[in-house]
């Protein structure tokens, strides 16, 4: 089917490396992306600056694209914010890839043309079929190949110990914020200034939304903030400080640290979320145990996402039952394993789905591990392009030497990991809980 486009989903960092790829091999492509802009879901943490250099944030090919339009590359050793990372590098590629992205088109379906996931004739031979919608209409687009590079911003994973949201969670969604606080802006800046402020969350988000916060608690001493951890004990949640192979993330973690021994910031350990109630105006969060917490007026929930699959369900994927990430993939990224957020590069083989043409990469490839690295996945998109191009040599490649954070936990994972070793018999430290 070499007439028909391969459909990118998502004009994200990988997805769109994923089309230069393609592009670079003369393969149409059409990247589908459901926000306005390049890099929606970067822009949503825009206020938040990278652990990674301009070096490991841009992609070969995408920079070869990018270098006849007179784009000038960042100074590779400086770290951008998320706006930075947008409006110096994504938003241009996206220009440079014009007309094949079109913004405001979300993928709501895939499925292969005319046939559900249980028919097994023609898997092979038919066609993908997208579903897209747009605000004129949905429509059907059909692809020789589709690249998932969706992310998984857009599901956050709840307060819920458990996993699901918590007893009275979504009712409490006006005081319940899953995103690092951006004190830029005035009016988040006087949503939690003076404020008691309950974060959960142990990865780099976590730790960027403790500086933060604590920044403010200095310039309002009345601003007080609980820092939620489900694992029994801190541990390495600080990372690996100057051992950090990544330095930018070593130094959050010391940031953080000293803003806890500052006394901004008071530690809860050993706390699952079983309840949020409305007392007042304030919310009380309870354990599964039945330790509540002091009420609080605000919420920062930093525990890391998880793949939305419900537009997949029509395809055969074959997923980690843990991780949901691809089969292949699951043992490399496992957190329970892998604790120290060591990551290896990796390409068509380890993601290859039983649904022929189907790629998941990117964020969303890594399911709920919170090991993933801008690198990795532009590493990924080189050789699914390759695979879809028929480069089969160059698929098998390896091309990419990842660091390798000699951490365990904490900073060196940018969100919560999916296990919290150590948390599971130790009771909450804070005296100011009572039981309810
Ligand atoms: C706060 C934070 C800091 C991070 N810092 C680093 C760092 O320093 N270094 C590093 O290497 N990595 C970092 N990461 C991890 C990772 O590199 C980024 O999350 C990166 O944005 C992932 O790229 P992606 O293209 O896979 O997904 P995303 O950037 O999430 O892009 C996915 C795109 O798909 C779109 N989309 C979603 N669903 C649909 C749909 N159904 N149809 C159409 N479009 C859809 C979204 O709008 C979005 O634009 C960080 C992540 C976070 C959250």
Known sequence: MPELPVVVVGAGPVGLAAAAHLAARDLPV????????????????????????????????????????GWRQPAADSYPTGAEWVDRYLRPLAAALAPRVRFGARVVGLARRGRDRVVDGGRDTEPLTVHVRTASGDERITARA???????????????GDGLPAIGEPEAA??????????????????????????????????????????LAEEHPDTRIDWL?????????????DADQLPARGALGQRAMAAAAAGHVRTVTGFRTARVDREDSRLVLESVDGHRLDPVDEVVVLTGFRPDLAWLSEIRLDLDPVLQAPRGLAPLIDPNVHSCGTVYPHGVAEL????????????KSYGRAPTFLALTGYEQVRSVAAAIA????????????????????????????????GGCCAAPVDSALTRA
Not at 190 to 199: G, K, L, N
Not at 390 to 405: K, S
């Open 229 to 241: 951890l489900r694992r029994g004990a801190v541990g390495t949640t600080f990372g690996g400080g």
């Open 30 to 69: 059409v990247v589908l992306e459901a926000g306005a802009d390049a890099g929606a879901a970067v822009a949503r943490w825009n206020h938040v600056r990278l652990f990674s250099t301009w070096s490991e944030l841009v992609d070969p090919a995408a920079a070869r694209l990018l270098a006849p339009t």
């Open 146 to 160: 589709v690249v998932d590079a969706s992310g998984t911003w857009g599901t956050p994973n709840p307060l819920g």
């Open 174 to 215: 006006d005081r319940i914020a899953y995103r690092v606080p951006d004190l830029a802006d005035p009016a988040e800046r006087e949503r939690y200034a003076r404020q008691r402020i309950a974060v959960a969350g142990s990865g780099h988000s976590a730790l960027t939304a403790l500086v933060v916060l604590a920044e």
């Open 352 to 363: 290859a789905q039983p649904e022929p043409g189907v790629y998941l990469v990117g964020m």
């Open 390 to 421: 028929g480069d089969h040599e160059a698929a098998a490649r390896v091309e990419l030497v990842l660091p390798e954070t000699g951490v365990c936990g904490g900073a060196g994972l940018f969100d919560e990991p999916a296990d919290d070793a």
